[in-house]
T-cell receptor, first 110, second 115 residues
């Protein structure tokens, strides 16, 4: 099963881009990379996912390296409301078992 | 749409007491899940139900039972609560199980303390 490694914490200035890295060097060819976030003990919120191409939606962009061993979640213009714990998850199996690690605590500062 | 709802929001139990956590979704999703989150840690899957009438163990099933009552509702039961079960419990749902692109939607959580 692919595991993920994320920095425990990061800071970002309000209005600037927040770039959150994730390593998943043992990812297999059919495993997707998902990003969720959790704001202050609320239920996790889906952000974005991808397989090998870069993806963008209204919340964020996901950049996956060509070898798929790492990825970066980009919040283009971080706001104070983006302060949260961000989880990078690689799908473990076909039964939808989402394995959450400790995530990265992003603090957006004024 | 309310999405995923959970009751109660807070609960305090004494060791050995039993209780059932309720979860309902109104998105017509086939799959439902129960997670627990201990302080400072990520979520861990307790049980899931890929479709109505089926349930399967997740990463940490010991001490819990589940019932998929119908397509909308998935309950989690603690038969004899222990202090180690003090945690925040999240319910989630997704359209289907078994797809690599499925997205889970989470409820607001139930904060359980066992004394």
């Amino acid at each position: 099963d692919a595991k993920t490694t994320q920095p425990p914490s990061m800071d970002c200035a309000e209005g600037r881009a927040a770039n959150l890295p994730c390593n998943h060097s043992t990812i297999s060819g059919n495993e997707y990379v998902y990003w969720y976030r959790q704001i202050h003990s609320q239920g996790p919120q889906y952000i974005i996912h991808g397989l090998k191409n870069n993806e963008t939606n209204e919340m964020a962009s996901l950049i996956i390296t060509e070898d798929r061993k790492s990825s970066t979640l980009i919040l283009p213009h971080a706001t104070l409301r983006d302060t949260a714990v961000y989880y990078c998850i690689v799908r473990v199996n076909l039964n939808n078992d989402m394995r959450f690690g400790a995530g990265t605590r992003l603090t957006v500062k004024p | 749409n309310a999405g995923v709802t959970q009751t109660p929001k807070f609960q305090v139990l004494k060791t050995g007491q039993s209780m059932t956590l309720q979860c309902a979704q109104d998105m017509n999703h086939n799959s439902m899940y129960w997670y627990r989150q201990d302080p400072g840690m990520g979520l861990r899957l307790i049980y899931y139900s890929a479709s109505e009438g089926t349930t399967d163990k997740g990463e940490v099933p010991n001490g819990y039972n589940v019932s998929r009552l119908n397509k909308r509702e998935f309950s989690l039961r603690l038969e004899s609560a222990a202090p180690s079960q003090t945690s925040v419990y999240f319910c989630a749902s997704s359209i289907t199980s078994g797809g690599t692109t499925d997205t889970q939607y989470f409820g607001p959580g139930t904060r359980l303390t066992v004394l």
